[in-house]
Every structure is written in structure tokens, then in C-alpha cells.
């Protein structure tokens, strides 16, 4: 059996996405980039204030499930620029108190509306 976990259906009603399932105690969480909620704007102005808006995004879905930053049991990370890997790593390692999930990063040649960095998980409970 699996729930589907919303943020705003709204908005996620434009295209067939859905912030994350969860199924058999594991949530999947699709990928974040940095829109601000409620709306369709993109922050992109600094890369460090973008990957902020991601971790906030990814927080944000945890949240509606229920859970936390450190119930990420893995992450992928994808970046139109392995540049940006420190600036993204410093949003991403302040939001754990304990060990991090495990995760990689993909460098690639785009991402949808033009981010520069997208994050999905998956989280367990318990």
C-alpha cells in the first residue's frame, strides 16, 4: 500500500508530480529545487541561497510526512556545475544532527526551469 504525500496540490496539480510516497515505512521524496511555496518563482540569485531554498523544500516535505531531516536514510544531489558542490554541501550538512544519510552527486547538463541544483531522498520511519 503507499500514501501520496502533498505540499500544495495546487500547484502540483500543473504536472504529474507528487512531493514524495511513501510505501512499506520508506518515503520517497521527488526532487526539490528552490521555488518558493506558494508560488513558481525560482530562487537563483546565489547558488547558496538556492541549495538554502532546497534544504527548506526537502525539509518541508519531510515535515508533511511527519518526519525529519535525520530519518533521510539517502539523498541524490544533481548540480548543472560540480562548482557548486561546496555551497551546496553547506546548506545540506547543517541540516544533520547526526550521522548523514548516505548520498551522491551527479553532475548534469540541465535541470527543470533552469535550477542549478536538485536534491531527492528517501526516509525511513523509525
Not at 536514510?73 to 541540516?95: D, G, H, M, P, S
Not at 533552469?114 to 536534491?119: K, L, R, S
Amino acid at each position: 500500500m503507499k500514501r501520496a504525500i502533498h505540499l500544495d496540490e495546487k500547484l502540483e496539480g500543473t504536472s504529474p508530480f507528487t512531493a514524495a510516497v511513501e510505501a512499506n515505512g520508506f518515503v520517497f521524496i521527488s526532487g526539490q529545487i528552490a521555488t518558493v511555496p506558494g508560488t513558481r518563482t525560482l530562487v537563483t540569485d546565489t547558488i547558496a541561497n538556492e541549495a538554502e531554498q532546497v534544504m527548506k523544500n526537502l525539509g518541508a516535505v519531510l515535515e508533511a510526512a511527519g518526519l525529519t531531516y535525520d530519518h533521510l536514510v539517502k539523498c541524490t544531489i544533481y548540480l548543472t556545475n560540480l562548482q557548486f558542490y561546496t555551497a551546496v554541501n553547506e546548506a545540506y550538512q547543517k541540516r544533520f544532527t547526526g550521522q548523514p544519510p548516505a548520498r551522491e552527486t551527479i553532475a548534469v547538463k540541465e535541470l527543470p526551469r533552469g535550477a542549478n541544483v536538485e536534491i531527492s531522498g528517501i526516509a525511513v520511519r523509525g
